[in-house]
């Protein structure tokens, strides 16, 4: 009663911004009463249910950083992933393998702070959960409270994986189960090579899915699988499927925000640049364009002009300002505030002319 007392007289602007701060707000939640769902807040995992019984697609996208985030809220995403995907992408690395835990957590902790809207996942980074169920629910409760997401996704199905994913969930944690091309097993794979393209990797997908459904994951992702191989685990399980490199048969699907965006295209990435991926766009065009044209105007001069220097002197304060210098014996400094008043009271004339003709 006392924290109710409390919480009535916080003012309604830090109301806001608690409310905020809280990612996992149920619907009809007992503190709020029964308010129905709006279009600004948290998807919620009941959400995720319904559109799975409707057969509604999920969309999921990754994030990385505060502006992709905006983006994927912009564009209304249910999901936002915070892959280790970041490894690559972002850092440069050629696996997923070489980013750490508090890497990560910088990541999700700049999406949590752009994506109000998503579902926020974060990944669990190789070399933190899988010695054992406690080192798994330690890393996930970071990834909630100092990360700032709603849900973990965590991948392979080995024994071990499945343990974890069991514990993480009875810790009372979302989890998402990722199966078939689990890039953090490259040592294992050989490599990023697809999965379930013979009958007994198939089976394995299909089972390996199924054990994650029953640890209590409430969705798992299949990666690079034949389509047939997807379909059979979509219509296997009770949960939705999330595909990426694995055909139109899966419940919802996953892309990589640069990979979808066209971001990568220097030789150096494009083989990080899956082959399964749409390109719905050619942003690195775009970029290489503005940045050849701001180097180019700085060369020449003409940037920044008159248009882009918005903070100005009357003449009575640069003759004052002329003044104290020359006292100061900066003769030359002086002059060239002299000349760059001048200069600019000159370019500002000329597009003063140019614009009213």
Do not use: W
């Not at 979302?174 to 697809?194: C, K």
């Amino acid at each position: 009663m006392a924290f109710l007392t409390k919480l009535s007289k916080i003012s309604p602007l830090a109301r806001v911004c608690l409310s905020r701060c809280m990612s996992h707000v149920p619907e009809n939640t007992v503190y709020g009463g029964p308010t129905p769902q709006t279009a600004d807040r948290r998807v919620t995992l009941n959400q995720l249910k319904q559109k799975y019984k409707k057969g509604e697609p999920i969309t999921v996208v990754t994030a990385y950083d505060y502006p992709s985030a905006v983006h994927l809220d912009i564009a209304g995403i249910d999901i936002c992933l915070v892959g280790d995907s970041a490894s690559m992408v972002v850092h440069g690395h050629d696996t997923t393998l070489p980013i750490s835990l508090e890497e990560m957590l910088v990541h999700c902790r700049a999406v949590a702070r752009g994506a109000k809207r998503p579902l926020l996942v974060g990944d669990l980074p190789f070399g933190t959960y899988e010695t054992s169920t406690s080192q798994a629910v330690d890393t996930a409760v970071k990834v909630l409270r100092e990360g700032g997401m709603d849900a973990i996704k965590l991948e392979g199905g080995s024994p071990s994986r499945i343990t974890a994913a069991k514990a993480i969930v009875e810790a009372g944690i979302a989890v998402i189960g990722h199966v078939g091309l689990t890039p953090q097993a490259i040592s294992v794979l050989g490599g990023f090579r697809p999965q379930g393209k013979n009958v007994s990797s198939a089976i394995k997908v299909v089972e390996t899915a199924m054990a994650l459904q029953e640890a209590g994951c409430f969705s798992v992702v299949l990666e690079c699988v034949p389509a047939p191989v997807a379909a059979a685990a979509t219509s296997a399980l009770r949960i939705p499927t999330i595909g990426i490199g694995a055909g139109p048969f899966c419940s919802g699907q996953v892309l990589v925000y640069h990979d979808l965006l066209g971001m990568l295209q220097h030789p150096h990435h494009a083989k990080v640049t899956p082959k399964f991926c749409k390109q719905y766009a050619c942003v690195v065009d775009v970029i290489k364009k503005a940045l050849s044209e701001y180097k180019e105007e700085v060369n020449n001069g003409s940037f920044p002009g008159p248009s882009h220097t918005p903070y100005k002197m009357n003449p009575d304060d640069v003759n004052g300002f002329f003044n104290e210098l020359e006292k100061l014996g900066l003769n030359k400094a002086a002059s060239a505030a002299t000349a760059a008043a001048e200069k600019m009271n000159t370019a500002q004339r000329q597009d003063t002319e140019t614009s009213q003709k």
